[in-house]
């Protein structure tokens, strides 16, 4: 079956400490993005990949980096500088190729730090 | 900038009753319009989407939108609720052109009463 896999589903961690969320797909799709979830506020847009080797900052990318090495692998660090880090961190994929904007969506990782 | 309002921040609806959540966008052209669903700790699953047509579109689990140009809308909405209808529901606006991005709105959560 296609998708997205993102794992692990539940991540904690201190303060002070990186931490990288993984997300792979098996779409065939160019394009990905990181969201971040919190209560009441809807999806922002962390990053996002159009093509391999290149990524662009989303709305709120301050403290958090990505790469994309490979079509399918798009991970996300958050880093010690990622002042409010605990959320819910949701992956998605589309192909922007064939016209298509919808969007496909990971199960997500909820991150904790204390 | 483009925008997403869903008016509705929380909808309580007895099972059986209709269903219409409300989405307003702010854009200068005619956007690509999507509705999505998420259960409680998942990720996003697309409900259903317009782009061009036919301004009544149906989609999955028996919903169905109508984009209406002349209010900048697009109103999902469900004769007949269902107690798994329970969710949060988000509207959300494609930005042709411009990396394929999705500006979503803050959502509306639906409680069904049995």
Known sequence: DGGITQSPKYLFRKEGQNVTLSCEQNLNHDAMYWYRQDPGQGLRLIYYSQIVNDFQKGDIAEGYSVSREKKESFPLTVTSAQKNPTAFYLCASSSPGTGSYEQYFGPGTRLTVT | ?114
Do not use: M
């Not at chain 2, 007895?14 to 956007?31: D, F, V």
């Not at chain 2, 984009?67 to 959300?92: G, T």
């Open chain 2, 1 to 114: 900038a483009q925008s997403v309002t869903q008016p509705d921040i929380h909808i309580t609806v007895s099972e059986g009753a209709s269903l219409e959540l409300r989405c307003n966008y702010s854009y200068g052209a005619t956007p690509y319009l999507f509705w999505y669903v998420q259960s409680p700790g998942q990720g996003l699953q697309l409900l259903l989407k317009y782009f061009s047509g036919d301004t009544l579109v149906q989609g999955i689990k028996g919903f169905e939108a109508e984009f209406k140009r002349s209010q900048s809308s697009f109103n999902l909405r469900k004769p007949s609720v269902h107690w798994s209808d329970a969710a949060e529901y988000f509207c959300a606006v494609a930005l042709t052109g411009g990396g394929n991005k999705l500006t979503f709105g803050t959502g509306t959560q639906l409680k069904v009463e049995l």
